[in-house]
């Protein structure tokens, strides 16, 4: 087991890869008593085109199978998870993301019965179609209550204008037909494609001894028999730099209209100190250009163009990136011209000097050591980070090392007038 320090922030890593290609972490924080564990896999809605374990021709799944994967996790022959994790005064939960599923649980005592309940669950599956088409029909009204969310519905929707061909424009729980067309077989494809110990991260923090915690682990999984790892062959879409729609507009049942401007990243194939970097120079310009300090915010506020629900974003993956800012609004078409004039003066000169720079990067830098603090944030983090070779505890180094340079190199990636698109949520009695 190795220990890795990170001085600067008084924390100390251990990690050790176990024989089936587990990657297992474990970081004890003094003052703690509650315990967190993840079990991830590098799985998520994106990964829709792939070569099957022992295949050789390519398969593409119904959209929405990740998810529909984790719902089928909990359940058992003799009973739900659940119940399990409760008999231990465990909370566990699960979710999907555009490149991961997570299985968690968070506790303060019987740690290491619950990270064998979670280990054993995630890692003996259990499909039949009687229970796959119940399923659907769970699922199905979960994606019918997000239809009816207008925040998630123009979230997707600026993901729609951005991207052709990239399966990150299709909703993270696919759509009534297409989970429809799933069946035992396609899960079981799947997990033994995407669940291999070898494609997957334990993380374990809080009140945790390492040693006693990682031999448990060992123990675990030497009671196991895995196939042998074999590179998992994900299926590249070929997709265009440009903004695939420039604008849309959807009418819902709302009070307020939505305006949402998003910026198509080019540079979306890096990974490791490269990203993270990149990452971090983007989110210190779009504060600087768009946080609620800057000369736009004070603007758009004082016209009455935004209110509280005002926010901007930037998600980096490999693969695809995009900036978004938008806000509730009865002024969507200024408000998104302010947003847009701000992205192309930046591409001609940015709009803050090194003194800004460096006010912001302590703020940033600030941000990071409270959440540090918080065991469920570097719960939630850590993982993501991991699987793109980077590391959440090198975030504040990165910060303090960022220059102008940086910046103005990272910030070309999202600026470009190809790049924008705009999307617009208005009210249904609008229409009459």
């Known amino acids: 087991m190795e220990k890795v320090q990170f001085e600067q922030l008084g924390e100390e890593l251990y ?42 021709e390519p398969i593409t799944v119904p959209d929405g199978i990740a998810h529909f994967l984790e719902h089928k996790m909990f359940e058992k022959e003799d009973g739900d998870v659940f119940q399990k994790f409760a008999q231990y005064g465990a909370s566990a939960n699960a979710f999907t993301s555009f490149t991961r599923t997570a299985y968690l649980f968070s506790a303060t005592n019987h740690i ?118 074999t590179e998992i062959e994900r299926i590249e879409v070929d997709e265009p730099l440009e903004a695939y729609r420039k604008s849309n507009e959807l009418r819902m049942d709302v009070q307020k209209k939505k305006a949402y401007v998003s910026f198509k990243a080019k540079e979306a194939h890096l990974q490791g100190h490269e990203m993270l970097k990149a990452e971090l120079a983007i989110q210190l310009a779009l504060d600087l ?31 695809f990136g995009f900036a978004m800012v938008g806000s509730d609004t009865n002024y969507p078409e200024q408000l998104e011209a302010a947003i847009k004039k701000v992205m192309d003066d930046s591409a001609k000169a940015l709009p803050f000097d090194e003194e ?55 910030m070309a990636s999202i600026q470009g007038v190809e790049q924008q698109a705009t999307f617009t949520v208005l009210p249904m009695k609008d229409a009459e």
């Open 289 to 319: 250009m768009y946080g609620r300090s800057s000369e736009f915010y004070e603007e758009v506020y004082q016209k009455g163009w935004i209110d509280e629900s005002y926010s901007y974003d930037f998600t980096l993956e490999k693969g």
């Open 15 to 56: 990690y050790e890869k176990l024989d089936n290609g587990l990657d297992v972490y474990i970081l004890p924080k003094k003052g703690f008593s509650k315990t967190f564990v993840t079990f991830t896999t590098k799985y998520g809605s994106i990964d829709r085109t792939f070569v099957p374990l022992g295949e050789k």
């Open 112 to 229: 290491y019965e619950s990270t064998s309940t979670l280990l054993d669950f995630v890692q003996q599956p259990y499909f039949t179609e009687q229970t796959v088409n119940k399923e659907k029909g769970i699922i199905g009204q979960e994606i019918t209550m997000y239809d009816d969310q207008p925040d998630w519905r123009a979230f997707f929707g600026s993901i729609e204008n951005l991207y052709k061909e990239h399966p990150v424009n299709i909703d993270i729980a696919g759509t009534v037909e297409s989970i429809d067309e799933i069946t035992a077989e396609h899960l079981y494809t799947c997990y033994n494609t995407f669940y291999h110990p070898s494609n997957m991260l334990l993380f374990a923090i809080g009140s945790v001894d390492p040693e006693k915690m990682m031999a448990h682990i060992r123990e675990n999984q030497a009671q196991k028999t895995f196939v042998e790892a």
């Open 356 to 410: 800004k720079l460096n006010r912001v990067k302590r703020r940033k830098i600030g941000f990071f050591l409270r959440a540090l603090n918080s065991i469920e944030f570097i719960a939630n983090q850590f993982t993501r980070y991991k699987f793109n070779d980077m590391n959440l505890f090198d975030a504040v180094p990165v910060i303090e090392e960022l220059t102008m340079e940086d910046v103005v190199q990272a």
